[in-house]
């Protein structure tokens, strides 16, 4: 199946057309559309509002999970009814099938990689943070483990490897994403996983157990003057 992706849209109430312009001759290309999270601008329904009717243009089917931005105004759930109710499969640590591939999607979270990844201890903020992160890699290994598909793809917000980020400030490494994410992915097997948030990250890395990575931010993908989402075959 040949499938497309792209994340980090930013659609505020003033795209009209931008998008559409974006994903031009994209559903001639895919057979499905993934996104990987910051569809909006500041998570308002009336970037929702415009993104579903630049989305609608396409005729192909669309899998989506939110990001940080999607979160901004605290009307994420509303936001993701909003596109479910105009045809998007809305992953939240969730899953579906199409044509007998599975994709599981999650938004992720920060918490930084490996040995210098963030442990929980000290102040409680830091503990509730750790524990975020812990609660989704949880929820998403768990939706991971139901799909009884032999090929799987994940699509994610934040970034499970490190490789994927270079690029960007290593200061702001642990906000860009975490390590158990991809510990969750390399127990439970993935085709290939997507993610976008790090605008100035690489495109490509793999996790410790060899399931390629792709950062499918449009600002990344377009960097040397190519598409703005990634056309690859699960």
């Keep these: 199946m040949k499938l497309a992706a792209i994340g980090d849209l930013h659609c505020t109430d003033r795209s009209q057309g931008e998008i559409r312009r974006m994903l031009e001759g994209v559903d001639r290309e895919a057979r499905v559309l993934l996104l990987a999270g910051d569809?909006?601008?500041?998570?308002?329904?009336e970037e929702g509002e415009v993104l579903i009717e630049e989305l609608g243009q396409l005729r192909l089917p669309k899998i989506a999970v939110l990001g940080n931005h999607d979160?901004?105004?605290?009307?994420?759930?509303?936001?993701?009814?909003?596109?479910?109710?105009?045809g998007v499969h809305m992953l939240n640590s969730s899953t579906c099938v199409i044509d007998g591939i599975g994709f599981v999607g999650a938004k992720g979270f920060g918490g930084?990689?490996?040995?210098?990844?963030?442990?929980?201890?000290?102040?409680?903020?830091?503990?509730?943070?750790?524990?975020?992160?812990?609660?989704e890699t949880t929820r998403l290994e768990t939706a991971m483990k139901a799909l009884a598909t032999e090929r799987k793809?994940?699509?994610?917000?934040?970034?499970p490897v490190r490789e994927t980020l270079l690029g960007e400030s290593?200061?702001?490494?642990?906000?860009l994403g975490c390590s158990l994410l991809a510990d969750a992915l390399d127990r439970q097997g993935a085709a290939v996983i997507l993610h976008g948030h790090a605008h100035n990250g690489t495109p490509g890395g793999r996790t410790a157990g060899g399931?390629?990575?792709?950062?499918?931010?449009?600002y990344?993908?377009?960097?040397?003057?190519?598409?703005?989402?990634l056309l690859f075959e699960v």
């Design 112 to 135: 930084g990689f490996g040995q210098r990844r963030i442990q929980p201890f000290g102040e409680r903020s830091i503990k509730t943070f750790v524990q975020a992160s812990i609660e």
């Design 39 to 45: 569809l909006t601008n500041c998570g308002l329904l």
């Design 71 to 86: 979160h901004e105004n605290d009307r994420a759930d509303e936001l993701g009814m909003a596109l479910s109710a105009a």
């Design 170 to 175: 290593p200061e702001i490494f642990p906000f």
């Design 220 to 229: 990344v993908q377009s960097r040397n003057g190519g598409r703005p989402y």
């Design 153 to 159: 793809v994940a699509l994610l917000h934040y970034s």
């Design 211 to 218: 399931i390629p990575v792709h950062n499918v931010s449009r």
